[in-house]
């Protein structure tokens, strides 16, 4: 079945440490998109790709980073600069904007 | 911002009745689309409306547009319990930005 996989569910991070948020497709979609959900929000926009090795800024793209070396993967990492990186992030896929985007079901990041 | 509001914020309503929930954007849009959200999970497309069209029927879902007022509608009619969930509209603007931008949502809860 075509979909979208986030792993892991859940994440732990120590304060100082960089972890990487795995974002596979298998539905062929050009678009890829990462979004940050913090608790009775809406969602951000962190980074999106509309090609493969290319990717553009969202809106709080600060102490992230991401790469987009293969159509199926997309990985963010949240890095040690980013202050207050608990949270609920969303990756999600589309052929672009004007298509539905499907979702992944999430990783719950938390600062230990 | 270019985000959308959706209001009301929260909805708490009986089994069988409907369920009305709207959202309001400020610049010219592409398209529109709702999502809903189970608690803890993904987002998952429910139906998407594009400029030029002024309602879409998906069910027991009903969408309308109106870009002279600048918003839409999303309409649940006989809801179940199994709708209770948060619901965003998401907006599509074209051009350069090339992703959606999500409200923060309204709270659904249907009673048995």
């Known amino acids: 079945d075509g979909g979208i996989t986030q792993s892991p569910k859940y994440l732990f991070r120590k304060e100082g440490q960089n972890v990487t948020l795995s974002c596979e497709q298998n539905?062929?979609?050009?678009?890829m998109y990462w979004y940050r959900q913090d608790p009775g929000q809406g969602l951000r926009l962190i980074y999106y790709?509309?090609?493969?090795?290319?990717?553009q800024k969202g809106d709080i793209a600060e102490g992230y980073s991401v790469s987009r070396e293969k159509k199926e993967s997309f990985p963010l990492t949240v890095t040690s600069a980013q202050k207050n990186p608990t949270a609920f992030y969303l990756c999600a896929s589309s052929l672009d904007f004007n298509y539905g985007y499907t979702f992944g079901s999430g990783t719950r990041l938390t600062v230990v | 911002s270019q985000q959308g509001e959706e209001d009301p914020q929260a909805l708490s309503i009986q089994e069988g009745e409907n369920a009305t929930m709207n959202c309001s954007y400020k610049?010219?849009?592409?398209?529109l689309q709702w999502y809903r959200q189970n608690s803890g999970r993904g987002l998952v497309h429910l139906i998407l409306i594009r400029s030029n069209e002024r309602e879409k029927h998906s069910g027991r879902l009903r969408v309308t547009l109106d870009t002279s007022k600048k918003s839409s509608s999303l309409l649940i009619t006989a809801s179940r319990a199994a709708d209770t969930a948060s619901y965003f509209c998401a907006t599509g603007y074209g051009g350069s930005q090339g992703n959606l931008i999500f409200g923060k949502g309204t709270k659904l809860s249907v009673k048995p």
């Open positions: 539905l062929n979609h050009d678009a």
């Open positions: 790709s509309q090609i493969v090795n290319d990717f």
């Open positions: 610049t010219s849009i592409n398209n």
